[in-house]
């Protein structure tokens, strides 16, 4: 694709310059379409990625304030990178679209009710204690929830029924020998709303030799206010953690979504004086709990026979490129893995987007929820809490994370889902 920015443009915004080059990456082959939820939803060339493109390079070439047209288009995308993964040209749509969401924030003044929705998004779910207040508020407001708006009606079915859990913060030593010093990212709506999760994963990688420490001075990664367009607090966030975490053997996550933010620190502070070295070395320690437990060595003590869907998360897929360890790691459990048709297209959770897009959320999820009962299977298995809040409900099987079967297999409690 040709592009026209001013050199000294270029030359005065590292931002700029790197979307200069996705652009000029592109060949505009439409390739992307075919993996593009939206595009396949609604069929508009401008909700699809190359489509996208071409808005963000007028609205970026021009130097325009964004439209609302320009703004909805952009919107709807889910940031589910499955173009990415079959755009053969290598155009890395992740960085650009997180650039035009940026430029949007600090160009665009939207709706009053738009604002205060995503203020409060980026208020509270990045920080544990406001979100489980907000989550008693939720169980207060539930009754009322036919006479609330769309967005809010939606928030709230996707609340768990129990109350929100504590912080677990800590050391927790190695079973034996201890074989690496690791950091789990504990995750801010995570811990809140299932918690076991974190627990499966200390216990599984204490047991394989892990020291696990879970910082008291880490936080939330900061995607959600990354792809909320909120450039400060993301980047805020990322140097908190990077701090918290550089001296450790390797930075765990087990919500995908967190793991493709902790991965992009290096690049989103390649250009801090400071900050750069370090996150470049968190960004290549950082791993998805599935991929360390790999290099580890799993050991089983119990197979497992259940027929488990494998729901593969747009982000752990599409943005960290990791599909075979989850899915061997089950098999060596035990399980009957099977594949769910279509399981490269997105659930439509997508970190808030199943707040700020209900009905096109809602669409992709009962998409998804066909697929996952046309497999057979006993229970849905995912790498992201996003996935498994939006899948839950939709179907008539538990959900549970990988590393909830995993630790069972491996001696561990058998998951609350399946008692």
Known sequence: ??????????AADADLREADHILRACVHCGFCTATCPTYLELGDELDGPRGRIYLIKDMLEEQQK???????HIDRCLSCLGCMTTCPSGVHYQHLVDHARAYIEENYRRPLADRVLRSAIAWTLPHAKRFRAALALGRIAKPFAPVLPQRLRHALSLMPRGPGAKNVVGVFPAQGAPRKRVALLAGCVQQAIAPAINDA????????????????????????EHHLGKRDAALDAAR????????????VANASGCGTQVKDYGFMLREDPTWAARAAKVSAKACDVTELISELGFKVAEPK????????????????KVTTAPRALLKEAGFTVREIPEGHICCGSAGSYNILQPALAERLRARKAGHIEETGADVVAAGNIGCMVQIEGSVRIPVVHTVELLDWASGGPKPEALR
């Open 1 to 10: 694709m040709r592009t026209t920015f001013a050199p000294e443009r270029l």
């Open 66 to 72: 964004p439209t609302a047209k320009v703004v909805t």
């Open 201 to 224: 994963t200390i216990r599984l990688l204490t047991r394989l030799g892990c020291e696990v420490t879970v910082a008291a001075d880490a936080g939330c990664c900061g995607a959600l």
């Open 240 to 251: 908190r953690n990077v701090a918290a975490w550089v001296a450790f053997d390797a930075i």
């Open 305 to 320: 026979t259940l027929a488990v869907a494998y729901h593969s998360a747009c982000s752990l897929a599409h943005g960290q």
